[in-house]
């Protein structure tokens, strides 16, 4: 994964983890400098460790029974690994052994640390092989991943998924610069409403962003600023980064008061999968377009 991959807003590019032996420092590093990280891998990277591990169960903990009811092979092993990732990647990040951790889940799927991980906030994403996982001390943060190449129709979900302003702007662009703009709203709009807790129980066409110079977290020319706005307070930032030059990936995070609590953790709600899109409107996947489509990221 490129650790260069080209941006839209604040913070560094995903980093790359290649298995439960990391890299971790650099996490360490980027939760010192920015309070939050998010992480960037693959299912298949880290099959084999999930496969050969003698304690997955007690690893996978309240979702061993999930995990034992998933009706394929491989989607069972998908959804292992991903709670690996994100067990591992919080460990790391709260200097504690990964089986001290175990995951509840908020009404909606939202996923939270119980235990020793009460003080780290969590977000999920996963798309194809891609599996994203986003950490935060500073307060909530949503992660949204979606190949670049994949077909979208802007007929089907622009009453959906845009405002009025949303829907005149994109319906002015070529048709491919539209698709992958729309690609890049949906990945911001499923990232907010996860860092927010509502995942797909808030209308994607009941909020939009504008962009421009000094808009949004003042972190730079361009950044998105959510219309009209949260009313959960705090200081929104939102990205948006093109990894292993296949798949947007977009987090938003809302800056609390420092060493604020997050809010008690619940017993595990029923199981929703809150890691995956939200089903606002049929998606056809299609290979890879070339990389000049992304160039609205730079405006």
Same mark, same amino acid.
């Given at each position: 994964?490129?650790?260069?991959? %080209? ?6 590019? %995903?980093?790359?983890?290649?298995? %439960? ?7 360490? +590093? ?32 309240? +979702? ?10 491989? !989607? ?19 200097? *504690? ?24 906030? =969590? ?5 194809? &092989?891609?599996?994203? *996982? ?9 992660? +949204? /991943? ?14 959906? =998924?845009?405002?009025?302003? &949303?829907? /005149?702007?994109? /319906?002015?662009? @070529?048709?491919?610069?539209? $698709? ?14 996860? /860092? ?21 977290? !003042? +972190?730079?020319? !361009?950044?998105?600023?959510?219309? @009209?706005?949260?009313? #959960? ?20 995070? $809302? $800056?609390?008061? #420092? ?9 595990? #709600? ?11 409107? @049929?998606? &056809? ?15």
């Amino acid at each position: 994964m490129s650790a260069a991959a %080209p941006g839209y807003g604040p913070g560094p590019a %995903p980093l790359a983890v290649a298995g %439960p032996d990391g890299p971790w420092d650099e996490l360490g +590093d980027r939760l010192d400098d920015d309070g939050r990280a998010v992480v960037c891998t693959t299912w298949g990277q880290w099959l084999t460790a999930a496969l050969l591990d003698p304690g997955l169960r007690p690893l996978l903990g309240h +979702d061993w029974p999930r995990y034992r009811q998933g009706p394929t092979a491989a !989607g069972r092993m998908r959804f292992a690994v991903s709670r690996l990732v994100m067990k591992y990647t919080a460990a790391s990040a709260l200097n *504690v052994p990964v089986g001290a951790l175990d995951l509840g889940y908020r009404p909606g799927g939202r996923p939270v640390l119980r235990g020793l991980g009460g003080e780290l906030e =969590v977000s999920l994403a996963h798309t194809d &092989e891609l599996i994203v *996982v986003g950490v935060s001390r500073t307060g909530p943060i949503g992660v +949204d /991943a979606e190949p670049v190449g994949r077909q979208i129709s802007f007929e089907l979900l622009r009453e959906h =998924v845009c405002t009025p302003a &949303e829907d /005149a702007e994109l /319906a002015a662009l @070529p048709e491919e610069e539209r $698709r992958v703009r729309l690609l890049r709203m949906w990945t911001l709009k499923e990232a907010y409403t996860k /860092a927010l807790g509502h995942g797909m129980r808030r209308s994607f066409a009941g909020f939009g962003f504008a962009y421009g110079a000094g808009a949004g977290s !003042g +972190d730079g020319a !361009g950044a998105p600023q959510v219309v @009209p706005g949260d009313d #959960a307070g705090g200081r929104w930032s939102f990205a948006t980064h093109l990894v292993q030059d296949r798949y947007l990936v977009s987090e938003a995070h $809302r $800056r609390v008061r #420092a060493g604020s609590a997050p809010k008690s953790v619940p017993e595990t #709600a029923p199981p929703v999968d809150a890691g995956s899109r939200s089903g606002a409107g @049929p998606l &056809e996947e299609r290979g890879p377009e070339p990389l000049g489509l992304l160039r609205f990221l730079d405006r």
